[in-house]
């Protein structure tokens, strides 16, 4: 029951809502208890022959009247508690999206995003239902049954009652029992639901590349065995659940038997009227319902308690990344300077980037090249703090990107990422992310600007065309080329190209990099590329090998020196040269 006593928080803010609910579900019981008296009234009276048509008549409006209460009575504890348990849903989907939204990649990183999904939505619906039925249930069988032993014991027969209720500790300590089973149970199928949803989930995102590799029949076996996983330890928790009723039936005939053998006895001894024991025996049908109702709340509110430390363990994770105190609001702008002298992953021992010094003026234009693995979106995602230097730092306009807000410093930053993550929904809305109140004709000159707004007007639907999921339905050039329009009409101080040019041609890279020339004179763009085409304009070029800069200088210098840069850079102009030619032969 430690469930509840978790959630006092919710139900100390929602107060007035479950006392109200918790009123009206007590006067609903209440009045419930009147309907059994009034047969037993009724019985006796036809036993004596004392009733007349105008006391029948007396008597049934009575109970419509009681009725009439008895809805509306309902209705109100209805939408007070279930209402309240949909407030608490939302607040933790809530909870747990803007805790998502503050944690680091590196989180990002070890947790499969069909679990995060699972806690959303299975754990959520559980500890909904322990806050609305499980208060219900909890409420109305420790109202009804109390009022329903009191009345059988106050007005009919206190001897009798006693007699009756003795199964009853047999009851609780076996449906404790069940209970901690099935808190233990229900995590392992909660758990095994959560890899299910992470199986569905990748599937269907690399549907592609399993239909490709022809790997179909494999990933449904997978599938299969997962699902199987599921449903047996749902078959397990479903064995302890079905143990409830079954117990609280059997105990509830116990009663039932004892109930007519002694209280026959006692109408016999002249100690009981037939009224009374009808009256009694209607109660103790009306006592089943808390004895069943005292099993579903173990059921219920195991489940929610399981749920519920699920969550509290994801929200209890601290993001990696936080603002520091006192840290400025003031979007950042100027030069940009960098000196790391160690930087490694959290939990490698591995250097990832060792001595990196230089400096980018504000309106220039850094050119980020190396073989693959060689540091290169390493730099730039430091630069986002998506991870944090302990060993070097970064400033823009001569203020540490530590010094102000993570707010401030993405707001200065536009991103054109690696995997250029597209949401499903319209070319516009994806291309007006970073700035919803964009205007149509905003929109379509960063298209431009990108070279993606002639491909866009191909479409039927043009700018309204629904891209699909991650923008399945586009090529990568296409994604590519939205993505950067996306970037372009934010107007970032500080933009980053982290080899976002690949998917392009060369007429298109150069289209697009003249229209960064021409758009953004006084602001820094930094460009991580493999093909040097793309960054042969830039101010300044660095060559990151292992981590380290190994060259520096800008085109026409690095050609000079006759390093990597120069022998790549002729390596990639005899392909274009020999790629040329083929498409003349």
Not at 95 to 120: C, E, V, W
Not at 203 to 228: D, M, P, T, Y
Request: hydrophobic share 45%.
């Amino acid at each position: 029951m430690h469930i509840f006593i978790d959630l006092w928080w919710f139900f100390k803010q929602e107060r007035l809502k479950y006392g109200f609910g918790i009123l009206f579900l007590m006067l609903s019981s209440f009045l419930s208890m009147i309907p059994p008296y009034v047969v037993g009234v009724l019985v006796d009276s036809i036993r004596t022959r004392s009733l007349t048509p105008y006391g029948l008549g007396m008597w049934i409006l009575f109970l419509i009247f009681i009725g009439i209460i008895y809805y509306f009575t309902g209705y109100i504890w209805r939408q007070c508690i279930f209402g309240s348990s949909i407030i608490l849903a939302y607040q933790l989907r809530k909870s747990l999206y803007k805790h998502f939204t503050r944690l680091s990649p590196n989180f990002f990183q070890k947790r499969r995003i069909g679990d995060l999904m699972a806690h959303s939505t299975n754990d959520v619906n559980a500890v909904q239902v322990a806050a609305g039925e499980g208060i219900l249930t909890l409420i109305d069988s420790v109202t009804m049954g109390g009022m329903v032993i009191v009345t059988m014991s106050v007005f009919i027969n206190w001897k009798l009652t006693l007699i009756t209720l003795l199964p009853m500790p047999i009851m609780a300590v076996l449906t404790m029992y069940y209970g901690n089973l099935l808190h233990k149970r229900f995590s392992k199928a909660q758990a095994a639901f959560s890899d299910l949803n992470d199986k569905v989930q990748e599937n269907i995102s690399g549907v592609r590349v399993i239909k490709a590799f022809g790997e179909e029949e494999a990933q449904i076996k997978l599938f299969r065995n997962a699902s199987k996983d599921v449903v047996q330890k749902n078959i397990a928790v479903a064995k302890i659940d079905s143990l409830f009723d079954p117990t609280i039936t059997f105990i509830v005939a116990i009663c039932y038997f004892l109930a007519l053998i002694f209280g026959a006895t006692y109408v016999v001894h002249g100690s009981m009227t037939i009224g009374s024991l009808t009256s009694f025996t209607l109660y103790l049908g009306q006592l089943i319902w808390p004895m069943l109702a005292f099993g579903f709340l173990f059921n219920i509110v195991e489940r929610g308690s399981a749920s519920y430390d699920r969550i509290r363990r994801l929200l209890a994770i601290k993001p990696e990344i936080v603002d520091q105190p006192n840290a400025s609001d003031q979007v950042p702008s100027g030069s940009l300077d960098y000196s790391i002298h160690h930087f490694q992953y959290p939990g490698s021992q591995a250097s990832v980037l060792s001595e990196i010094n230089f400096t980018v003026a504000q309106g220039q234009t850094l050119g980020i090249v190396g073989k693959t693995g060689a540091g290169k979106t390493t730099l730039l995602r430091l630069l986002l703090r998506e991870f944090d230097l302990k060993d070097g730092q970064i400033k823009i306009g001569g203020t540490s990107i530590r010094d102000v807000t993570l707010n401030a410093l993405r707001s200065a930053i536009g991103y054109v990422p690696q995997d250029h993550i597209l949401f499903s929904a319209t070319i516009a809305e994806n291309i007006a992310f970073a700035k919803p109140e964009a205007s149509q004709e905003e929109v379509e000159r960063v298209a431009k600007l990108a070279s993606i707004h002639e491909d866009i007007l191909r479409f039927k639907e043009g700018y309204g065309t629904i891209v699909g999921e991650r923008g399945v339905t586009l090529s990568g050039g296409q994604k590519q080329r939205i993505s950067i329009a996306r970037a372009l009409l934010a107007d970032p101080e500080l933009l980053i190209f982290d080899d976002s040019l690949s998917a392009v041609d060369a007429r298109t890279e150069v289209a697009i990099l003249q229209a960064l020339k021409t758009e953004r004179k006084n602001k820094t763009t930094l460009i991580s590329a493999h093909r040097l085409s793309a960054v042969e304009h830039a101010d300044l070029i660095i060559v990151l090998e292992a981590g380290q800069i190994a060259e520096r200088g800008t085109h026409e210098q690095l050609l000079k020196k006759k390093g990597w840069y120069a022998e790549m850079y002729a390596h990639q102009q005899l392909e274009s040269l020999v790629s040329e030619g083929g498409g003349k032969a």
